[in-house]
């Protein structure tokens, strides 16, 4: 069996000051700021384009490859295969 993950955005909290930047250049609005603080409200409409990396005046966001599932249109995926062993 094979494991989908996909490509998003992971925010640290202790260093986002809540600017909402990334926020306006989400297009799909797939960031949100909870208690001011940007979260990944809606991974799954997520395009995995950077833009909210790009424009975190604080470096506070980046990318990770994280188990998911769901439509597999929409963002970067890649399929992870098990280790056999020897």
Not at 29 to 48: D, E, H, K, R
């Amino acid at each position: 069996m094979h494991r989908l993950y996909k490509w998003i955005p992971v925010i640290d909290e202790d260093m986002c000051t809540g600017c909402g930047q990334c926020v306006e250049v989400c297009g799909p609005t797939s960031l949100g700021l909870v208690n001011g603080i940007a979260m990944l409200l809606c991974a799954q409409t997520c395009g995995s384009e950077e833009h909210c990396i790009e424009e975190c005046p604080e470096d506070a966001i980046h990318m990770q490859w994280i188990p998911m599932k769901g439509d597999t249109n929409v963002g970067q995926w890649r399929i992870v295969l098990p280790v056999l062993e020897a």
